[in-house]
């Protein structure tokens, strides 16, 4: 019972310097964050922290691990699981994609930032990212076919065209900051009309 209270303490503890870390590192950036820079905004100090996490780096993959879980989780239940048709399961997906990586600072930087390439965890993070989009796009084209919805040969070639479109809108919206967040369903309706048009079934 005692060890218990003591694990749950302790997991209380480390989510919180999760949850802290996570704005230090949205704030600063990976580079410029420091151990000094968490254990200040944590009101802990640094010793404290280090019996936690042995580096900035394994706290950072930390951040990234529980904002990748909640994405998982956000579309699971919002898209994967829900009662839409494939078109606009796919619009959905998108929008709560693209608006989480807007808010989730810190796991984009994982996918995109060269500098943070040299970090063993980040590869993994993308492999692991990128297949389960794939995924994802292929399910739902694949329940498109099947409701007579989509006329596909086959769902691989087009899951990769539509999420290689999907990171030209990422750029744009993320990186370049060409398109508002506000601006963003109207742009994702027109790319859709685009990428729909040859494979939704002309009546």
Not at 1 to 10: A, G, T
Not at 33 to 50: H, N, V
Not at 131 to 150: A, M, N, R, T, Y
């Amino acid at each position: 019972m005692i060890n218990d209270h003591v694990n749950q303490k302790q997991k209380t503890i480390k989510y919180r310097i999760i949850a802290i870390a996570s704005q230090v590192f949205s704030k600063f950036g990976f580079k410029k964050a420091t151990m000094d820079d968490i254990a200040k905004a944590s009101g802990m100090g640094k010793s404290s922290i280090y019996y936690y996490f042995k580096s900035k780096e394994e706290i950072f993959e930390a951040v990234v691990k529980r904002d990748a879980d909640l994405l998982s989780i956000e579309l699971e239940k919002k898209v994967i699981n829900s009662t839409d048709n494939p078109k606009e399961k796919i619009r959905n997906y998108v929008l709560i994609r693209m608006k989480f990586l807007k808010e989730m600072v810190n796991f984009y930087e994982a996918l995109k930032n060269d500098y943070l390439s040299n970090l063993a965890f980040t590869e993994r993070v993308r492999e692991k990212y990128d297949k389960e989009e794939q995924q994802i796009i292929q399910k739902i084209l694949q329940e498109g076919i099947d409701l007579g919805i989509f006329n596909l040969p086959e769902t691989k070639v087009s899951s990769i065209a539509i999420a290689t479109a999907l990171k030209g809108l990422e750029t744009a919206l993320l990186i370049k900051n060409e398109i508002s967040i506000d601006d963003l369903e109207r742009h994702l309706d027109h790319m859709l009309q685009i990428l729909f048009y040859g494979i939704v079934k002309q009546l």
